[in-house]
């Protein structure tokens, strides 16, 4: 029997992510669940959407069609089980995979593998931080068409500024400690945050409250609405929201702030006072903050603002006293409306200026009777006790909760799981980071969309499991890793283990047995605390 030659395949951190869907169960539960599209199906449904993430985490920009491509020189069957090969996973095989994700529902399915992957790391969520954004889709879809059944791909707000692209939307669910996602939903591209923070709500908060473990949700002020705050009353959640500031209540409220009304908080720049509300028939807590370094910000801006009126003003004071008035009261009164004219500037030392003036040239006759007209005279004076309290009121904004707050320390805490609203923004920020598998979208059906952007939620799932693994397991095992700077740490992200891992190889002998190239103590070290050596030996 003849033998093979020497082969060599990419391992890389590859077989970290085959390790964590693995301890998940990401291809059992899919096939659990989803039946095969044919009986002679080779690859099953669980095992595509473990290549698709695979692809996806490779960080090497290939689109779906281009899967067999990134997986040739990979070892496909170590990753994946016996008999995989790079062939099998071509985009007819991948496409079908996406009709039958939709086919099954992505939400309900990425639920099902959201609990499994908390499951896996012994806690419940808790605390969920809800947020969307939108993804551009370049071709034109269903974007012209109405009343659209199904994810409806068109024009809408765009946050990444590309209004003139029709975009789908998601949104998610994240919880605060590792910004791992417990909830995805593809929306239209030109749904309202408003309405569908609710509708999310209405629709899942029993599921997120029961069976996710979600005991309190956390968003942005679009969750600040009357309705909605009735809707996470009859859930029985918990909730915390920015309000917005141009809410009647809330501007009054702000109004009536003045510097010595608000007590240090604790947190470095930050000072802030509680007070009782009931808006929207739903009883909570209103805490007012100021933040010193968002007043900063604004103090800059606003005295650019104040000089260029100051500039304004002084043009248009010398225009103002070149005038002349047929009487006192006209001068005067002119001085009153021209000093409406400014925000941060008025008139000190106002006077009308008695002026005698004989018509025609040359000297006046001793019989020449001379007219009397007024000038205005006045000095520029700045209100800056106004523009200091508009920098002050700047800096102020406030957040609402049904969670008790009867001290500083709660107040601090609001604060501080209020700002972990980033976790859910880093995940937008991950899914469309362009080497991720699906950055724009280039498959032509709505439907197969829609399963994209749940390919790209498992994505974000995956990482951020992977990556809460590996913090907790070193930190538990007292290992370290070095960081990009060489020194020891015990947090890294995934992304840069991910680099570390880089330039490990899997050669096969001739014999058909295995050896891994380039393993350093820094890889065993990850490899010994997540227990995934049988990808690595």
Known sequence: MEQQGYTSKTLDHLGLIAGICQEIGIGEAIDDICPPESPDQFVSTGKALEAMVLNGLGFVNKRLYLVPKFFEDKPVEALLGPGIKAEHLNDDRLGRALDTFYECGVTPLFAVLSQRAFKALGFKPGTGHLDTTTLSAHGKYNSAEENVEGLHITQGYSKDNRPDLPQATLQLICEHLGGIPVHMEALNGNSNDSESFRQAIETYGRQLHAEDGVQSIIADSKLYS????????????????????????????????????????????????????????????????????????????????????????????????????????????????????????????????????????????????????????????????SWEQEVFRHGLFILATNGPVDDTAAERALLRSYKKQQSVERGFRFIKDPNIVASSFFVKKPERVEALLFVMAVCLLVYSVLEYRIRESLKSNERTVPDQKGKPTDNPTARWVFQLFVGIHMLTLPDGSKVILNLKQEHRDILDVLSYWSFYS
């Open 226 to 385: 009357k309705e909605t705050l009735q809707v996470l009353e009859e859930n029985r959640m918990g909730w915390s929201s920015r309000v917005p500031g141009t809410l009647k209540e809330a501007k009054g409220l702000l109004r009536g702030i003045a510097p010595g009304s608000l007590s240090p908080l604790g947190i470095e720049g930050y000072s802030s006072a509680s007070y009782p509300s009931d808006y929207g028939g739903v009883s909570q807590h209103w805490v007012v903050y100021h933040s010193d370094e968002a007043a900063g910000r604004e103090a800059k801006a606003l005295k650019r603002k104040l000089d260029k009126e100051a500039a304004q003003a002084a043009k248009s004071l010398r225009a103002l006293r070149r005038r002349r008035f047929h009487c006192k009261e006209d001068a005067l009164k002119a001085a009153k409306q021209w000093q409406g004219q400014w925000k941060w500037h008025s008139l000190g030392s106002i006077s009308a200026m008695q002026e005698k003036k004989h018509k025609g040239p040359g000297r006046p006759s001793a019989s020449s009777k001379p007219s009397i007209e007024y000038a205005i005279g006045a000095e520029l004076l700045a209100d800056k006790a």
